[in-house]
């Protein structure tokens, strides 16, 4: 699961809420575009137009402001044509409409965010690694270790399923891994898999 793309088309005003559901999602090794990041970045609508037709899942943001947008209408249109995946983020079930109104995606709940992150990460997981009901894609995350003059690098591997994750989260427990260089212990959200804290070698 390394290379894959996800490409996330939304209104310019729901720029801070995507911002907010992909904020851990973009620390998992696939690339993630953001349509709204990419063009403020400099890019041109043209090379967005490539990320687009390079991606391996689309995610449109639908909102009742990404209802009336041309963009996010014309790039599910797009992705369905070109045959990718549409994992539809919605605020209310009847905002998929046209090419996805059957289409099963994640419901956005503003005052859980982190279930919403959960079950977005659950259809990503599915959409990316499709290894079966019962197998579980290893995912992971790798980071600089943040303990000054370490600088070693430090996986968290994710191994286990999402149900296994969300049972954690829900009893207030973490995930963690180690630095192989300080032995200094990071902590994570199993939910979100957010950075919760570090904990110094003794």
């Known amino acids: 699961m390394t290379g894959e793309q996800v490409f996330v088309s939304h209104a310019p ?5 995507v911002q907010e559901l992909f904020s851990t999602v973009k620390n998992f090794p696939f690339g993630v575009h953001i349509a709204l990041e990419e063009i403020e970045s400099g ?6 137009e490539g990320r687009l037709a390079n991606s391996d899942v689309v995610v449109p943001v639908l909102t009742q402001r990404s209802a009336i947008s041309r963009w996010v209408n014309q790039e599910i249109g797009y992705a369905r044509a070109k045959g990718i995946p549409v994992l539809p983020l919605y ?10 109104t059957d289409v099963e995606g994640v419901e956005i709940d503003r005052e859980n965010p982190s279930f919403t992150i959960f079950n977005l990460l659950c259809r990503l997981r599915g959409e990316l690694a499709p290894l079966g009901a019962l197998s579980v894609p290893n995912w992971y995350i790798r980071f600089p270790c943040t303990v000054p003059n370490c600088g070693h690098p430090v996986t968290l591997d994710i ?17 963690t891994t ?8 990071y902590y994570f959200d199993p939910a979100t898999i957010g950075f919760l804290g570090r904990g110094d070698a003794d």
């Open 13 to 17: 005003a729901d720029l801070d809420l």
């Open 43 to 48: 890019r041109s609508r043209q090379r967005l």
């Open 91 to 100: 605020e209310e079930a009847d905002l998929r409409g046209a090419f996805i």
């Open 159 to 175: 191994t286990q399923g999402q149900t296994k994750l969300w049972k954690l989260h829900k009893h207030g427990k973490s995930i």
């Open 178 to 185: 180690t630095c192989d260089s300080c032995e200094s212990v």
